[in-house]
């Protein structure tokens, strides 16, 4: 099972679970987008479309913040080849981002679908996320079909929330992986 990486917008830092987990876990890799600072959706869906197509395993996307939204917009987009979401087993989604703000940098991915999503997803969120309300992921949870997991007074589940490595995010992967073999 290959894990593909989706960070959100500017990127993950070095001190970002999901840098961590990329330099420290087998089978790892990001998808490297075009450009950071300005995304817009299409094009990131569409990297994100050549990534998959290269992977010769089934995946596991493992997305943060607006890399969230990206891998929700994509699942649930009828562009989706068929082949491309059977090759895509799950979802691992943390921190989403309320990209329906007014004030949120990426308007080309709002609205976010609140569809049921196809396959299995587990969504991970902060009680006290700047960019997201607490009530606005559980509900995305819940529309999704998505496990859900609250992770307390974490911020934005990024580096400076001091997770490290994040053991128990690397439990809640595992769980997933599990339930899709």
Same mark, same amino acid.
């Given at each position: 099972m290959k894990l593909?990486?989706?960070?959100g917008l500017y990127n993950s830092g070095p001190q970002h679970w999901q840098s961590l987990w990329e330099t420290?876990?087998?089978?790892v890799a990001r998808v490297q987008q075009d450009n950071w600072d300005q995304p817009e959706l299409d094009l990131w869906m569409a !990297?994100?479309?050549?990534?998959?197509? $290269?992977? =010769?395993?089934?995946?596991i996307l493992v %997305? @943060? +913040?607006?890399?969230?939204?990206? %891998?929700?917009?994509?699942? +649930?987009s009828p562009h989706s080849s068929v082949l @491309?979401? =059977? $090759? *895509? !087993?799950?979802?691992?989604l943390a921190?989403?981002?309320? *990209?329906? $703000?007014?004030?949120?940098? %990426?308007?080309s991915f709002s609205p976010m679908p609140d569809v049921r999503l196809p396959i299995a997803s587990t969504l991970i969120a902060s009680d006290n996320d700047p960019w997201c309300d607490f009530p606005l992921a559980k509900h995305w949870a819940q529309c999704w079909g998505s496990e859900f997991? +609250?992770?307390? %007074? =974490?911020? @934005?589940?990024?580096?400076?929330?001091?997770?490290?490595?994040?053991? $128990?995010?690397?439990?809640?992967?595992?769980?997933?992986?599990? +339930?899709?073999?």
């Open positions: 593909l990486i989706l960070p420290s876990m087998p089978n !990297k994100l479309s050549e990534e998959i197509e $290269q992977c =010769k395993e089934d995946v %997305a @943060h +913040s607006l890399g969230c939204a990206l %891998a929700v917009h994509w699942i +649930s @491309h979401v =059977k $090759q *895509v !087993k799950g979802l691992f921190a989403p981002p309320d *990209v329906g $703000q007014n004030t949120f940098p %990426a308007p997991h +609250s992770l307390g %007074a =974490k911020g @934005h589940i990024n580096g400076e929330s001091g997770l490290g490595h994040w053991e $128990q995010g690397q439990t809640w992967l595992a769980q997933l992986v599990r +339930s899709v073999k």
